[in-house]
């Protein structure tokens, strides 16, 4: 796994006001889901890309068929996708939006013929991390009933 500093993370984190999740499912028991929701819930402006429910309502925003289809500024794009999928997406990503600042590929997808192209393009890439997971271990937020805490009970 490729290895972050917390204060790097931190700053991601911190400087992020609007997230494009790419992959984004409807279903409330899909990663996508419940990492973007808790995204929108702590703040974050979440902007749902999936070409499969493009023009439904998701937390309060339109879901989006591409990243091309998004007429704001991004600051961060997280890619809910396999690793083979990455290429393009960041593609897009980096024609889409000229002042982005993250890349960020959740946990299992890594590309990094990609993260290079973007970090040639000054944009800071994450791969193989989740941001809720992050967010919540860099804020204070995880719990002994949380995702990864590492207290496995053998009386289950």
Known sequence: MTEYSDPFL????Q???VVAVVGV????VRPSYYVARYLSLKGYRVIPVNPGHA????????????????TEPVDMVDIFRRSE??????DDALAAFPNL????MQIGVEHP????????????????????????RL??????????TGVISSKL
Do not use: H
């Open 139 to 148: 804020f204070g937020e995880l719990r002994m009933g949380g995702f990864a």
């Open 55 to 70: 023009g439904k309502l998701l937390f309060g925003q339109t879901v989006q068929a591409s990243l091309s289809d998004i």
């Open 101 to 104: 600042c993250t890349i960020w």
């Open 113 to 136: 013929d990609a993260a290079a192209k973007a970090q040639a393009q000054g944009v800071d890439v994450v791969m193989n991390r989740c941001p809720k997971i992050e967010y919540q």
């Open 15 to 17: 400087r992020t006001k």
């Open 10 to 13: 931190r700053d991601i984190l």
């Open 25 to 28: 499912s409807m279903n409330p």
């Open 85 to 90: 999928a990455v290429p393009p997406i960041v």
